[in-house]
């Protein structure tokens, strides 16, 4: 178990709130920034996209090690990169061009989320037109590993998760450790978590008409 249970393992960026990229680059139907905002603008943009190993670049490594090797293994953390704004991530070469999926397992450290994020992800694969099937060789696997239950200073409501994709048949396998985190509260936060992982297998999925 989490001994913080009820604490987010770091600052929750998944929602920014950065003007437009059209007001950005000044386009004359959007308001006119300033040098200065323009040139923040730009490197924030520059630093959401950077991507580092998640064992030098995470924070949660030294301040929450018992967040760590409760699901994801060390070779996994060692392959790892992204940063904070959309998560590290590595892909062995998963693909899965099927509509049926399996959710293998829903794990959670902190002891008060599993049903309710089982609910969202089934109700998010449901509505991108995916068939749950218990035996699909295309397989999602969740472990909740932190939890921020309401608004802090520092923190919005929000899930910290270590997500897999595995296709059975060809063995290889997605890999994300991310956040999420929204005002609405952290139900809302757990949703838009859910639906990240689903974008993700849409992404990697060239499935047939659901027709």
Known sequence: MVRARNKILFPIFIFLFLPPVGTLFGQESAPKLTQ????AGLAELSRMGATKPFLKDSPDVYLEPDSLNKFFTDKI?????????????????????????AIEEIKDLTGVADAAYRVALEQSLLVDG???????????????????LTETPRTLPGVMVEAYLRNSSTKKSFFIRYGAGNPNGIATAMRISA??????LEERNERPDSK
């Open 36 to 39: 200065t905002e323009l040139i």
């Open 195 to 200: 639906a990240m992982i689903v974008s993700e």
């Open 77 to 101: 953390y060692e392959r790892l990169e992204g940063n904070a704004y959309y998560g590290y991530k590595w892909d062995e070469g998963f693909t899965c061009n099927s509509n049926d999926i």
């Open 130 to 148: 995916y068939k749950l099937n218990p035996k699909a060789a295309c397989q999602i696997g969740i472990c909740i590993v932190g939890i921020e």
